[in-house]
């Protein structure tokens, strides 16, 4: 199994960026794929998330400026991120899980699957 992130960059308060997961080696579709995020000092921390139902969680300090999406077709997950912020900084993670039920998305050490990090840097 592989996962795939790419997408990062550096980018202005208020602009916008879209990470992509790419997988391979699993049953994508039957998938829940996650986004985390980790910045300098800090824990790694839940972002956003979508069942293999499509249903979508995200962390309180993301709604209504991320979007999670996937496409099955082509074993992709996706972030958008709009009017991002200095506090948004940090390497962004894609995880899978297959069996992970909903009361545990939030949690890294639940996920047996995990994407090399992509580094998003949003200057004031």
């Known amino acids: 199994v592989q996962l795939q992130a790419y997408g990062g960059g550096l980018v202005q308060a208020g602009g916008s960026l879209r990470l992509s997961c790419a997988a391979s080696g699993l049953s994508f579709s039957r998938y829940t794929m996650t986004w985390f995020r980790q910045a300098p000092g800090k824990e790694r921390e839940f972002v956003a998330s979508i069942r293999w139902t499509r249903s979508t969680h995200y962390a309180d300090s993301v709604k209504g400026r991320f979007t999670i999406s996937r496409d099955n077709a082509k074993n992709t997950v996706y972030l958008q991120m709009n009017n991002l912020k200095p506090e948004d900084t940090a390497v962004y993670y894609c995880?899978?899980?297959?069996?992970?039920?909903?009361?545990?998305?939030?949690?890294?050490?639940?996920?047996?699957?995990w994407g090399q990090g992509t580094l998003v840097t949003v200057s004031s």
């Open positions: 995880a899978g899980d297959r069996e992970i039920i909903l009361s545990s998305i939030n949690l890294p050490e639940q996920y047996d699957y």
